[in-house]
């Protein structure tokens, strides 16, 4: 539905008395299917699964895998197998000098047909080694990367449903304020029935009422908005509705900050793999530095030719060789080219150990900003809901000098926004709460 459709709807339905209870059974009844029921953790099972960032860290998994049996090969027989065939419309020939004179003799016949088979198996390649053990380091590091991946998107996924829960509880709180100015509406009117409220009076509590209309419509749009980029971050369809059972959570008992950057530095699958990618550059600079050194190789083959004027030629028309041999390869200069390699190999493994340095930095800097961020929400959650309970009273007063005709619309309205605004900022609180605790489960190296 276009933004300014469902903008236009929402009018009407509160000019017709107020919304449904939620979206979601709206959405459900448009679409004629039973929303999704999601807690907390179904999503994040969903997301780690299907989410395109895990599918894409695992297809370069198994390009990897693809990667390692390749260079495992280069230390395996390499036998190969050639069948030919030739049809000579026009064949050569070889001039003699005879006492006859120059003769000419046709050289082949017109058919020829040939088999090879080539086999070389290395024996001594000192390079192999540390290619192969490279190549198995490289695996190891692109399945850590699949956690690595698995870990952010199970953040996002958690987000995104804190998101929505905050997005559900802004909506309540706008529906509280215009059910209060609705209220307040209806009593003016009375008032205004009975001759103790004028025109302002009046005037004043419709336009309330009417500055509200729009922040609702606001935050239900943000709800559907928010809903769906869960749905993005978790792998749903965007036309399948869901609900989400679990609620934005109250403080817990938080980890002490040292036990928690310990923890991290022992789990963080990032730090893992660089860990791994270090090992990897290493095993590179031992390859490089072992192309210096002879390599040897076993080189035989299997020959089986034949050559007839018809097209299926009988056995006197083949004839076959074979050979073996080995060779023995001995780099004399190239240049310094190798010295070159070798060179960037080093320099190689200096910036991947910098690299390890910056993360585990970088991760003791999360999960303290994450700690921080999680003791100051709850103590945001402490004051906000005190907060509620005073500004809720002081309504309750305004209300009652209100009717009493000891106090104007303005300090009521005053009151009302009091009330709105400490529903808000609990409702923040408790989402940043709960958004600190996912980030500070991520920078854990936790899902």
Same mark, same amino acid.
Request: net charge negative.
């Given at each position: 539905?276009?933004?300014?459709?469902?903008?236009?709807?929402? $009018?009407?339905?509160?000019?017709?008395?107020? #919304?449904?209870?939620?979206?979601?059974?709206?959405?459900?009844?448009?679409? $004629?299917?039973?929303?999704?029921? %999601?807690?907390?953790?179904? !999503?994040?099972?969903?997301?780690?699964?299907?989410?395109?960032? /895990?599918?894409?860290?695992?297809?370069?998994?198994?390009?990897?895998?693809? &990667?390692?049996?390749?260079?495992?090969?280069?230390?395996?027989?390499?036998?190969? *197998?050639?069948?030919?065939?030739?049809?000579?419309?026009?064949?050569?020939?070889?001039? %003699?000098?005879?006492?006859?004179?120059?003769?000419?003799?046709?050289?082949?016949?017109?058919?020829?047909?040939?088999?090879?088979?080539?086999?070389?198996? +290395?024996?001594?390649?000192? !390079?192999?080694?540390?290619?192969?053990?490279?190549?198995?380091?490289?695996?190891?590091?692109?399945? /850590?990367?699949?956690?690595?991946?698995?870990?952010?998107?199970?953040?996002?996924?958690?987000?995104?449903?804190?998101?929505?829960?905050?997005?559900?509880?802004?909506?309540? /709180?706008?529906?509280?304020?215009?059910?209060? *100015?609705?209220?307040?509406?209806?009593?003016?009117?009375?008032?205004?029935? /009975?001759?103790?409220?004028?025109? #302002?009076?009046?005037?004043?509590?419709?336009?309330?009422?009417?500055?509200?209309?729009?922040?609702?419509?606001? *935050?239900?749009?943000?709800?559907?908005?928010?809903?769906?980029?869960? @749905?993005?971050?978790?792998?749903? +369809? %965007?036309?399948?509705?869901?609900?989400?059972?679990?609620?934005?959570?109250?403080?817990?008992?938080?980890? +002490?900050?040292?036990? !928690?950057?310990?923890?991290?530095?022992?789990?963080?699958?990032?730090?893992?793999?660089?860990?791994?990618?270090?090992?990897?550059?290493?095993?590179?600079?031992?390859?490089? @530095?072992?192309?210096?050194?002879?390599?040897?190789?076993?080189?035989?083959?299997?020959?089986?030719? $034949?050559? =007839?004027?018809? &097209?299926?030629?009988?056995? @006197?028309? #083949?004839?076959? =060789?074979?050979?073996?041999?080995?060779? #023995?390869?001995? +780099?004399?200069?190239?240049?310094?080219?190798?010295? $070159?390699?070798?060179?960037?190999?080093? !320099?190689?493994?200096?910036?991947? @150990?910098?690299?390890?340095?910056?993360?585990?930095?970088?991760?003791?800097?999360?999960?303290?900003?994450?700690?921080?961020?999680?003791?100051?929400?709850?103590?945001?959650?402490?004051?906000?809901?005190?907060?509620?309970?005073?500004?809720?009273?002081?309504?309750?007063?305004?209300?009652?000098?209100?009717?009493?005709?000891?106090?104007?619309?303005?300090?009521?309205?005053?009151?009302?926004?009091?009330?709105?605004?400490?529903?808000?900022?609990?409702?923040?609180?408790?989402?940043?709460?709960?958004?600190?605790?996912?980030?500070?489960?991520?920078?854990?190296?936790?899902?």
């Amino acid at each position: 539905m276009p933004k300014y459709l469902f903008a236009i709807a929402c $009018g009407v339905l509160l000019q017709m008395g107020g #919304f449904p209870d939620a979206l979601t059974a709206q959405g459900s009844r448009a679409t $004629g299917r039973e929303p999704v029921r %999601l807690s907390l953790a179904e !999503a994040v099972g969903r997301a780690v699964d299907l989410n395109e960032d /895990v599918l894409i860290a695992r297809a370069e998994e198994a390009r990897t895998a693809g &990667l390692v049996r390749e260079v495992r090969a280069g230390s395996l027989p390499d036998i190969r *197998a050639e069948i030919n065939y030739n049809r000579n419309i026009q064949n050569a020939v070889l001039f %003699l000098e005879t006492g006859d004179g120059v003769q000419q003799v046709q050289l082949g016949q017109e058919n020829d047909y040939g088999f090879v088979l080539t086999l070389e198996q +290395p024996i001594l390649d000192l !390079a192999l080694g540390p290619a192969r053990s490279a190549a198995r380091l490289s695996g190891e590091a692109t399945a /850590v990367q699949v956690e690595s991946a698995r870990v952010g998107v199970a953040l996002q996924a958690r987000l995104a449903y804190y998101q929505v829960l905050l997005d559900k509880e802004l909506v309540v /709180v706008q529906e509280k304020a215009i059910e209060q *100015a609705g209220a307040r509406l209806r009593e003016v009117e009375a008032f205004y029935r /009975v001759g103790t409220a004028s025109d #302002f009076d009046l005037l004043t509590a419709q336009v309330e009422v009417d500055n509200i209309k729009p922040l609702l419509i606001q *935050a239900r749009n943000l709800l559907e908005l928010d809903r769906n980029r869960l @749905k993005r971050t978790i792998g749903m +369809p %965007l036309s399948e509705p869901i609900e989400l059972l679990d609620r934005l959570a109250r403080p817990t008992e938080i980890p +002490p900050l040292e036990e !928690a950057i310990e923890i991290a530095l022992r789990n963080r699958p990032d730090v893992d793999s660089q860990e791994l990618v270090i090992a990897l550059q290493s095993e590179n600079l031992a390859a490089q @530095k072992a192309s210096a050194y002879p390599t040897l190789d076993l080189i035989a083959s299997f020959s089986r030719r $034949g050559a =007839s004027s018809t &097209l299926f030629p009988g056995g @006197k028309d #083949f004839a076959q =060789s074979a050979s073996a041999g080995l060779s #023995f390869s001995i +780099p004399v200069f190239d240049g310094r080219a190798r010295s $070159g390699r070798v060179q960037q190999a080093r !320099a190689a493994v200096d910036r991947e @150990k910098f690299r390890l340095q910056q993360l585990v930095e970088n991760a003791r800097l999360q999960v303290q900003q994450a700690h921080q961020a999680l003791v100051a929400s709850r103590e945001q959650i402490e004051a906000s809901e005190s907060n509620i309970a005073r500004a809720e009273r002081a309504l309750e007063i305004a209300q009652t000098r209100f009717r009493n005709g000891l106090s104007t619309q303005v300090e009521l309205n005053d009151a009302e926004l009091a009330v709105t605004r400490a529903r808000t900022n609990f409702a923040q609180a408790l989402y940043n709460h709960n958004a600190a605790r996912a980030q500070l489960t991520a920078a854990m190296g936790e899902r």
